[in-house]
């Protein structure tokens, strides 16, 4: 039916295990890879015709695939929809161009949804650009993060994100600024409106190399120490509640270590749950819902999940 992607780009009951950072979870009836933005806008327009039941995935590090899997087709947004490209920005207000002008000043940077976050926050800022520091250690897809309005150590997505390119279910290509995508903690407008993101425009300013070096490497050293980076998992599994933050309440609550089957609560870190060897998505859901009761029970406090789950 999709033929004119390639057998190689379509692959019928396909294990999601492979494209979660949780190495777990069931089949998707369909997989599609699309090599091209062409493509994969002919594979969106063809699920759209038929009703078909379908999901984009980015880099797969805030999801979790049940062990039923998904009864459609997962549109995997990766090297096929990857380029990067930078123009300065005469029109800004610290223009280059400008009578007297030197820098800082600003550039634009425009990647494609698929496209690494931490390549293409790693790229500018070691072309002495500002802002991004803290995506340098987000494993997700540029697609993925604006979904997710990632963040991290006081920055977030929407700091930076000037607009984006999506397409709707009606094949329309819609352009948003910023102000467009209603992004606060962990939320975008994209979660409700079903479109697809295409690309991703960030505005940064030009900062201060070593800055920018010492920051990262801040950062990096403190995502090696203090998190779980050697067991699969998808992050801080909990939105942080109003209040608190999910790994204390969990770590006060007795829960680190708590083992259900594969999963566990890491010991380094309270608010990753890691699958320690084995676990089935089953496993990880079960160990969400000991956290759920037993944080509520001692605190009084709903943990929500952060992690996208597929198929439940
Ligand atoms: C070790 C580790 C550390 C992490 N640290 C952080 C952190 O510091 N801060 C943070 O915010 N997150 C963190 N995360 C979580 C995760 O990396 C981010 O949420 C990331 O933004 C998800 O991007 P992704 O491409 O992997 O999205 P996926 O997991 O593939 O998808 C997540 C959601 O986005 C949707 N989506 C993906 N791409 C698109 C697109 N192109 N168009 C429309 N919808 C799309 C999917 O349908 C899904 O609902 C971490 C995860 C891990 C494993």
Do not use: W
Not at 75 to 91: C, K, N, Y
Not at 231 to 254: M, T, V
């Amino acid at each position: 039916m999709l033929g004119r992607l390639g057998e190689d780009r379509l692959i019928e009951n396909c294990s999601m295990a492979a494209y979660s950072s949780f190495r777990c979870g069931g089949n998707a009836a369909l997989l599609a890879e699309p090599g091209s933005l062409e493509q994969l806008l002919f594979v969106l327009e063809t699920l759209n015709s038929r009703g078909a039941e379908y999901m984009v995935l980015g880099n797969g590090s805030n999801v979790l695939f049940s062990d039923k899997g998904y009864d459609g087709a997962v549109v995997h947004i990766g090297a096929g929809l990857a380029d990067i490209s930078f123009e300065t920005l005469p029109g800004s207000p610290l223009d280059p161009f400008a009578e007297g002008a030197q820098l800082p000043y600003f550039i634009r940077m425009t990647a494609g949804a698929g496209a690494k976050l931490a390549h293409a926050a790693k790229l500018v800022s070691s072309a002495g650009y500002t802002g991004l520091e803290f995506a340098t250690g987000i494993p997700g897809s540029v697609g993925g993060g604006l979904f997710m309005n990632a963040g991290a150590y006081g920055g977030e997505m929407k700091d930076f994100v000037s607009s984006a390119r999506s397409v709707d279910r009606n094949g329309n290509i819609i352009v948003r600024d910023v102000e467009e995508m209603d992004l606060s903690y962990r939320h975008s407008v994209y979660m409700e409106n079903g479109e697809t993101i295409l690309s991703v425009s960030f505005e940064l300013p030009f900062g201060k190399q070593d800055e920018i070096d010492a920051k990262i490497a801040e950062l990096t050293e403190k995502r090696t120490t203090k998190q779980p980076l050697s067991y699969p998992s998808a992050g801080s599994f909990f939105k942080r509640p109003e209040g608190h933050f999910a790994g204390k309440l969990i770590e006060d609550a007795g829960l680190k270590g708590l083992t259900v089957g594969g999963a566990q609560v890491s010991e380094l870190h309270a608010g990753f749950l890691i699958n320690a060897g084995g676990a089935t998505a089953t496993d990880v859901l079960d160990l969400m819902h000991v956290i759920r009761e037993t944080v509520m029970d001692k605190y009084g406090v709903l943990l929500e999940p952060e992690v996208r789950i597929i198929g439940e």
